[in-house]
């Protein structure tokens, strides 16, 4: 199975995938989180993503492309995966198409998580990770249990995106809403895709995406 979320930045992607990959054994390919591994590892790529990110904008098309053609190839993608924050342009999808049917595979479904902006950048000005198993949090919405301990892994380690803050989410929203919603018709005429409300709570959220797969 090959799922698409797709959603603005902060509408819940990562904290639904990883939480998918869990129940329907999906790996979870998250371009943003390839790119921070690259940024901090100083790679060609990492060297040439930074700035974009920095500012709010998207990384080249032949950049993210490249990084999901290489990905899709390794072994652990055989049972299907989950893409998390990719395509995010037109020509991200046509490209990611041509790979997929180039293997005999298809999208199965483009899952939309709809958050109104308000919501938005109170979820992004709030997030912050586990430093060390990468488990999200949010100030008011999803704390530990244990304050200032990771219910995943027990460190008391966590980190904040560097581009996580007021200015750069302003940039965000518009990157979203002038180059990523396009994909919305774009995948709708394949009939592939489905919108979900991402207001809901976690959990409920969960449930919805369920759904949906399940209906697959
Ligand atoms: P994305 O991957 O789409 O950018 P995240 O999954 O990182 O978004 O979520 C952004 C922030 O909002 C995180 O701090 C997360 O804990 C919180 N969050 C995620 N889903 C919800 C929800 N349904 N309601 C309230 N807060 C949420
Ligand atoms: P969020 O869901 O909170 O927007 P991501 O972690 O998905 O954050 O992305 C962080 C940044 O990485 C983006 O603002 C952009 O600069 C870059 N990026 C991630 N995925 C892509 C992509 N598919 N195309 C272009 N740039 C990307
Ligand atoms: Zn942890």
Do not use: W
């Not at 990384?59 to 990719?86: H, N, P, Q, S, Y």
């Not at 895709?193 to 759904?211: K, P, S, Y």
Request: aromatic fraction near 4%; charge should be negative.
């Amino acid at each position: 199975m090959i799922i698409i979320l797709l959603g603005p930045p902060g509408a819940g992607k990562g904290t639904q995938a990883i939480r998918i990959m869990e129940s329907h054994g999906l790996v979870q390919l998250s371009t943003g989180d390839m790119l921070r591994a690259a940024v901090a590892a100083e790679t060609e790529v990492g060297k040439k993503a930074k700035e974009f990110m920095a500012a709010g904008k998207l990384v080249t098309d032949e950049i993210v492309v490249g990084i999901i053609a290489d990905r899709i190839e390794e072994d652990d993608c055989k049972g299907g995966f989950l893409l998390d924050g990719f395509p995010r342009t037109v020509a991200q999808a046509e490209a990611l198409g041509q790979l997929l049917d180039d293997k005999g595979l298809k999208v199965d479904a483009v899952v939309e998580m709809k958050v109104n902006d308000e919501s938005l950048v109170d979820r992004i000005t709030g997030r912050y990770t586990c430093a060390d198993c990468n488990k999200g949090y949010h100030d008011t919405n999803l704390k530990p249990q244990k304050a200032g301990v990771c219910d995943g892994c027990g460190s008391t380690n966590f980190t904040r995106r560097a581009d996580d803050n007021r200015e750069t989410v302003t940039s965000r929203l518009a990157t979203y809403h002038a180059q990523t919603t396009p994909l919305l018709p774009f995948y709708e005429a394949q009939g592939v895709l489905r919108t979900i409300d991402g207001m809901a709570d976690i959990d409920d959220v969960t449930v919805q995406i369920n759904d949906v797969l399940n209906a697959l």
